[in-house]
């Protein structure tokens, strides 16, 4: 990317969650935050839940972005990305590593996994024009609902995955959303800054 003047801003895209399905997830967070707590012989050091307001789906982490940058992501985001506007079902939970220890709590969808991926993709690929170091990640389309406050043990995985995911309504997509973060000894502010439509000339 483009030299900066030494200051740097944290910066991911996201897909946004509409305000029925955050209460939907944020009551389910309730009912995993209940299951740990209720279990007999307690194995967790606790976990730090996302709050509602901040539930997302994080499809690609930029990080500290040099503030030379902001313009070269602006015109990157005035076209519309190819990929077709979908819809997201959220069907399950787990944690990562899904042996061991837990660290993190998520919740997957299924349903526009495949759609969700090709976004990504090809806004990999527009990243890459503008000399983003590449994600060596593979993307699994899930959104974080809480962490592990110290390494977790025992069951805790287990007692996570046995919560049962009640049907979710679909979550339309129709764009990716630039965000910032704010982080702080309050917890982190996510700010959004620029959308980045799907579609492109069919919209």
């Known amino acids: 990317m483009g030299a900066g003047d030494g200051v740097t801003r944290r910066l991911f895209f996201a897909i946004d969650l509409d305000e029925a399905s955050r209460a939907a997830i944020a009551e389910l967070i309730e009912r995993l935050s209940r299951r740990l707590e209720s279990d007999p012989v307690p194995r967790h050091a606790g976990v730090k839940w996302v709050e509602r307001e901040n539930l997302h789906m994080t499809v690609r982490f930029l990080g500290a972005t040099p503030e030379g940058c902001a313009q070269e992501l602006k015109a990157l985001m005035e076209r519309p990305l190819s990929s077709r506007p979908f819809i ?13 220890a837990p660290r993190v709590v998520w919740l997957g969808a299924s349903i526009g996994a495949a759609e969700a991926v090709r976004a990504r993709d090809e806004l990999e690929e527009r990243l890459g024009t ?3 170091p590449p994600e060596s990640r ?9 962490r592990f406050r110290e390494m977790g043990r025992g069951s805790d995985g287990r007692a996570i995955r046995e919560v049962g995911v009640s049907a979710f309504d679909p979550v339309p997509v129709d764009h ?4 910032e973060s704010h982080l702080s ?3 982190p502010r996510y700010v959004p800054l620029l959308r980045l439509l799907l579609g492109g000339d069919s919209r």
Do not use: Q
Not at 138 to 146: K, S
């Open 138 to 146: 593979p993307f699994r389309p899930h959104l974080t609902l809480g």
């Open 130 to 132: 503008i000399d983003v």
């Open 176 to 179: 990716l959303t630039l965000y």
């Open 88 to 100: 997201l079902g959220f069907d399950r939970v787990g944690t990562f590593p899904e042996r061991g």
């Open 185 to 187: 000894p309050r917890g």
